[in-house]
């Protein structure tokens, strides 16, 4: 069992930085694919960016590219998705979730979820 706590989101203007922080529990927490998923009002839940166990390789969605880092600790069960150069189409509710699997971008595969924290990105 993993249970994941999301925090760092806020009200920023367009441009501007911000980094999330998921902190997760438990002792297993290097034995999983961690990612970062979002959902804007009225649309479905989407793929942000996901990293392997050992933090060795990255994965993001096109959108996000060159401006978004996934990034974990694994001694402080933490992963992190620092978040640059914010845009309006960025507001969502954004989700850590953690994946025993090796799926990476395919939101049902993944095994636990967080509560989500909100991102708006204001003009």
């Known amino acids: 069992q993993v249970q994941l706590v999301e925090s760092g989101g806020g009200l920023v203007q367009a441009g501007a930085s911000l980094r999330l922080s998921c902190a997760a529990s438990g002792r297993t927490f290097s034995s999983y694919i961690m990612g970062w998923f979002r959902q804007a009002p009225g649309k479905e839940r989407e793929f942000v960016a996901a990293?392997?166990?050992?933090?060795?390789?990255?994965h993001y969605t096109d959108s996000v590219k060159g401006r978004f880092t996934i990034s974990r600790d694994n001694v402080k069960n933490t992963v992190y998705l620092q978040m640059n150069s914010l845009q309006l189409e960025d507001t969502a509710v954004y989700y850590c979730?953690?994946?025993?699997?090796?799926?990476?971008?395919?939101?049902?595969?993944?095994?636990?979820w967080g509560q989500g924290t909100q991102v708006t990105v204001s003009s």
């Open positions: 990293i392997t166990r050992n933090g060795g390789s990255t």
């Open positions: 979730a953690a994946e025993s699997g090796s799926s990476f971008s395919t939101l049902n595969k993944y095994d636990y």
